[in-house]
C-alpha cells in the first residue's frame, strides 16, 4: 500500500498570511501538534505547535516565523512502511505527502497509518499469537511455514523485532487458530524456544494497551 492510498484530506492546512494564532487554534481543534504550510499548492514547510507558543506575538503571520529545521515529507508513491518510518522516527503527528514537483496532495494521520498496521498484522482475523526466541543465524521463515503447515495452521502474519541488548530476534507468529499446543509442541521437538503464547482474548487485551502505548508516543 503506497502514501497515496492513505491520504487523509479533512485536516486543513495553513497559509504564510495566517496568523499563529489560528494555527494554534486549528491543532488544538484537531488534536495535532504539527501542520503543513502551504503555498499555492505547493509544500513549503511542518509548522510546529512550540515554534509558535515561543513567539512573542502569535498574532505575528507564519510567513515571518524562521523555518530552518527539516521539511518532513513522503511523495505520494512511498510504500507505507517507508511512511510509518519517517513518522515514528520524526515523532510526528502528521506527515505531509507530496508529489515530486513538490505539490502538497494531503497528509498520513497516526490513525490512517495504525488501521493499515492493523491490516497489515492480521488484526482483525481470529486466531492467536506465539513468539520465538531466536539466534538470528537460525532464522529460517521457510521451515516456520513448514511446521506450522505440518499442523494445518496457517500463518496470517509473521514480525520479528531485534533485541538491543542481546541481539536475538523475537518472531512473532499470527496463526489462524487460536489452539495452539500442538504447533507448540512441535516447534519444541524442533528445538524451538517459545517466549509466550496470545489467546485471541489475550490479543485484544495486548492490542488494546499496545495501541494506547503506541498512541501516547506518538503524541509526544
Do not use: C, W
Amino acid at each position: 500500500m503506497l502514501a497515496r492510498d492513505l491520504i487523509s484530506t479533512v485536516i486543513p492546512i495553513l497559509h504564510p498570511l495566517d496568523p499563529g494564532s489560528r494555527a494554534l487554534r486549528l491543532m488544538n481543534e484537531y488534536h495535532l501538534s504539527q501542520l503543513p504550510l502551504v503555498l499555492e499548492n505547493k509544500y513549503l514547510a511542518l509548522v510546529e505547535e512550540d515554534d509558535i507558543l515561543d513567539l512573542e506575538d502569535t498574532e505575528v503571520s507564519l510567513e515571518n516565523m524562521e523555518y530552518n529545521g527539516p521539511k518532513p515529507g513522503v511523495l505520494e508513491s512511498a510504500h507505507f512502511y517507508e511512511a510509518l518510518r519517517v513518522f515514528y522516527d520524526l515523532k510526528l503527528s502528521v506527515l505531509p505527502v507530496i508529489s515530486r514537483e513538490n505539490e502538497y496532495l494531503g497528509v498520513l494521520t497516526k490513525d490512517n497509518l495504525l488501521a493499515v498496521l492493523a491490516q497489515y498484522n492480521g488484526v482483525k482475523e481470529p486466531g492467536g499469537i506465539i513468539a520465538l526466541d531466536i539466534d538470528p543465524r537460525d532464522y529460517s521463515l521457510s521451515e516456520i511455514a513448514r511446521i506450522a503447515e505440518s499442523n494445518d495452521i496457517t500463518l496470517l502474519s509473521v514480525n520479528t523485532i531485534t533485541s538491543p541488548a542481546s541481539g536475538r530476534l523475537e518472531v512473532l507468529l499470527k496463526t489462524n487458530r487460536q489452539e495452539l499446543h500442538g504447533l507448540v509442541a512441535t516447534f519444541e521437538r524442533f528445538n524451538y524456544t517459545i517466549k509466550y503464547t496470545i489467546t485471541e482474548e489475550q490479543e485484544e487485551d495486548m492490542l488494546r494497551k499496545n495501541y494506547d502505548l503506541l498512541m501516547n508516543y506518538i503524541s509526544m
